[in-house]
T-cell receptor, first 113, second 109 residues
Framework: DADVTQTPRNRITKTGKRIMLECSQTKGHDRMYWYRQDPGLGLRLIYYSFDVKDINKGEISDGYSVSRQAQAKFSLSLESAIPNQTALYFC????????????FGPGTRLLVL | GQSLEQPSEVTAVEGAIVQINCTYQ??????LSWYQQHDGGAPTFLSY????GLEETGRFSSFLSRSDSYGYLLLQELQMKDSASYFC??????????FGGGTRVLVKP
């Protein structure tokens, strides 16, 4: 079984809809991250969490929110989806002191029409 | 904030050596990480340098010079399966990474 899982793997939605992307991990790591990747570009950090009570904004948090329901679960929500949020979304976990070694889920491909 | 520069694409033949350079600007630098991502796949961790010098892991090596704000990833004995994108990432205050735009490596027979 995969250590970091994401659901759904693919999602098509319409402008204005609220959607949630989910991430679960069995690695027992405290640190969890949400990234966005646009074609041909690197990963940009949306939100990150060091435990269930510690949520932090990344460089592109506008239009997104997160929930850390448990150590193993970290969800990303788009409150009102817009077309420029079409991207590949990755969840990652880490137990390294500076977050330098991260383990990524398989990604969720999101299309907003 | 942080910024990283790496070449967008490199092409080489099987068996060759490729060096991917990464220069960065950041405050509170902790270290430089490298990740590999195959098309359609997730990034996977390759190496990490916190101190100056060369780290070797099989065919891949990574180098860091903190004084020059520079590092590189060296891919030796290139194989077709090494065709992928390679990202450098800096760790800084806040225990998070900032990624570069990635270097696409194309290995030809």
């Amino acid at each position: 079984d995969a250590d970091v899982t994401q659901t759904p793997r693919n999602r098509i939605t319409k402008t204005g809809k609220r959607i949630m992307l989910e991430c679960s991990q069995t690695k027992g790591h405290d640190r969890m991250y949400w990234y966005r990747q646009d074609p041909g570009l690197g990963l940009r950090l949306i939100y990150y969490s060091f435990d269930v009570k510690d949520i932090n904004k990344g460089e592109i948090s506008d239009g997104y929110s997160v929930s850390r329901q448990a150590q193993a679960k970290f969800s990303l929500s788009l409150e009102s989806a817009i077309p420029n949020q079409t991207a590949l979304y990755f969840c990652a976990t880490s137990d390294s002191p500076g977050g330098e070694t991260q383990y990524f889920g398989p990604g969720t491909r999101l299309l907003v029409l | 904030g942080q910024s990283l520069e790496q070449p967008s694409e490199v092409t080489a033949v099987e068996g060759a050596i490729v060096q991917i350079n990464c220069t960065y600007q950041t405050s509170g630098f902790y270290g430089l990480s490298w990740y590999q991502q195959h098309d359609g796949g997730a990034p996977t961790f390759l190496s990490y340098n916190a101190l100056d010098g060369l780290e070797e892991t099989g065919r891949f090596s990574s180098f860091l010079s903190r004084s020059d704000s520079y590092g590189y990833l060296l891919l030796q004995e290139l194989q077709m399966k090494d065709s992928a994108s390679y990202f450098c990432a800096v760790g800084a205050a806040g225990n998070k990474l900032t990624f570069g735009g990635g270097t696409r490596v194309l290995v030809k027979p």
